[in-house]
């Protein structure tokens, strides 16, 4: 779905089936944000495929945070022209994993390595300008990306329509996922999109999201 002029998001919408929201930015440096679960990838293929868009032409692959469901699909672009980005923290995080990614899914850490560690602040992507801001809580190393020219803000697993990120998970804080989201709350955002479910939409909404999670979900973290 076309959320603005040349930003697309591929939704997931079952709710049997684990994988994250992607988005595609087709600007003057291709991104794609979240390619999700490997052997998942169709709907992030079959939506570049209806853009007549092939993996080649992606420039840039960021990730929000080292949850496999978010990360894995990197993979497929290891031998291709895109540069790999993920936060140095969350960087960190999945080498600890290693074995354990290695033995339960089959990754490999050579196949996910990004090109590009992140840290807190300016990312500049050609003509296009983000502001990757630090946001743990949900996991280490999580870090959402804002694109001010837009005001869209790419939440990853730290806040959803109606709700916000899971802290049972290894390295889950529910007391820095508060904070992160404070922070986010800050931002001037029209378009919330977030690592799963529906993308929130309008300044107004998004506010109200916020207030709500705020006011409501912070009770049970």
């Known amino acids: 779905m076309q959320i603005v002029e040349n930003l697309h ?12 929201n992607t988005y595609f930015i087709d600007g003057p440096t291709r991104v794609l944000i979240d390619p999700g679960h490997a052997h998942l990838f169709d709907l992030v293929q079959n939506g570049l495929d209806a853009l007549d868009v092939a993996l080649d032409d992606i420039d840039l692959v960021i990730c929000t945070h080292p949850h496999p469901d978010h990360i894995e699909a990197v993979r497929f672009f290891k031998d291709r022209p895109a540069k790999t980005a993920l936060y140095e923290e969350a960087w960190q995080v999945i080498q600890g994993m290693a074995s354990h990614l290695k033995a339960a899914m089959g990754i490999e850490l050579d196949d996910i390595a990004p090109d590009i560690l992140l840290r807190e602040g300016e990312l500049n992507a050609a003509k296009i300008e983000f502001q990757v801001i630090y946001t743990p809580g949900h996991a280490p190393g999580s870090a959402c990306i804002y694109w001010p020219a837009k005001k869209a803000l790419f939440s990853g697993d730290v806040i959803f329509k109606q ?10 804080d529910g007391a820095r996922l ?13 378009y919330l999109l977030s690592g799963h479910g529906e993308v929130v939409a309008g300044k107004g909404a998004v506010d109200a999201n916020f207030k709500e999670v705020i006011e409501t979900w912070f009770n049970y973290i």
Not at 9 to 20: D, I, K, L, P
């Open 163 to 172: 709700g916000l990120g899971r802290t049972d998970l290894p390295g889950g």
């Open 9 to 20: 998001a591929f939704v997931w919408e079952s709710t049997t089936t684990n994988n994250c």
């Open 178 to 190: 508060k904070e992160s989201i404070r922070r986010l709350a800050e931002l001037d955002v029209d």
